[in-house]
């Protein structure tokens, strides 16, 4: 961690924030004036890109390696957070993974996987949020969800468990952490555009974009827009809500049913 800064800036902490979604959420909430800790699993080079283009713009941040799932970690990481900035005003539980199999062959590693990084990870990260946010009766917790929570995509029971499962309890959560003066919300994108999706098969691209009304991907900046308004004080009577950014794809296939085949 970096030097203590126990003034006033806010302070904000992403998991998973070193490329694609996390990192957009990162380099938009520092250019908010928010001083991020950029957290990451493994791969630090990444995260140092991250890092260089939040100073870029003039941004603040620091890193903190911690695998999420594993609440020994996030115990030690929220631990050197108040040591160093005595506060925690934003988390983000971005921090995920997919491991899509067909039920009938998903191995169990696959799912307890899924289950620990995509739902595990939040509780932890949550309960250790809490207890810095509640003291100062402020805080915003952010959880990114997933479209596949809300329409059922083969090969993804334990993914549509997880993101499921996360919607109850951040508005649950919500309810509960009110009174502290907490705030609970979900961002819930579907295709995003980023280097890993763009690299799928030209068919699948043109078969996911026949099924969006916007015929169009949302951009990881898009997201991570949608996530520092929740974390604003222009949403601070927002708790409880998700918000879908998937150019419409679910409304169209919970109105007429539809699915795309094999997704």
Not at 11 to 22: D, E, I
Not at 28 to 56: D, M, P, W
Not at 218 to 241: K, N
Request: a positive charge.
């Amino acid at each position: 961690m970096a030097e203590p800064d126990r003034g006033d800036t806010p302070v904000a902490l992403v998991t998973g924030a070193s490329r694609g979604l996390g990192r957009a959420i990162a380099v938009e909430l520092a250019g908010r004036g928010q001083h991020v800790i950029v957290n990451y699993k493994t791969n630090r080079r990444e995260a140092e890109e991250t890092l260089s283009q939040i100073k870029e713009r003039g941004g603040a941040a620091t890193l903190f390696q911690a695998d999420v799932s594993r609440p020994d970690q996030v115990q030690a990481m929220f631990q050197a957070v108040f040591k160093a900035h005595r506060r925690l005003d934003i988390l983000v539980n971005n921090a995920g993974i997919t491991r899509d199999e067909y039920f009938l062959t998903m191995r169990q590693q696959s799912w307890d996987e899924v289950i620990a990084s995509d739902l595990g990870a939040v509780l932890y990260c949550c309960k250790m949020a809490v207890g810095l946010m509640a003291g100062a009766r402020r805080g915003v917790i952010v959880n990114i969800g997933s479209s596949s929570a809300l329409s059922a995509r083969p090969g993804q029971v334990n993914y549509g468990t997880a993101k499921s499962a996360l919607l109850g309890f951040s508005r649950t959560l919500a309810r509960e952490l009110a009174g502290k003066g907490v705030r609970v919300l979900v961002v819930a994108p579907g295709f995003t555009a980023t280097p890993m999706t763009e690299a799928l098969p030209r068919e699948v691209i043109r078969e996911t974009l026949a099924r969006i009304p916007l015929g169009r991907w949302s951009l990881p900046r898009e997201i991570a827009r949608a996530v520092a308004f929740f974390a604003s004080d222009a949403a601070r009577c927002y708790s409880g809500q998700t918000i879908v950014i998937d150019g419409g794809r679910t409304a169209l296939e919970q109105e007429y049913g539809l699915q795309v085949q094999g997704e």
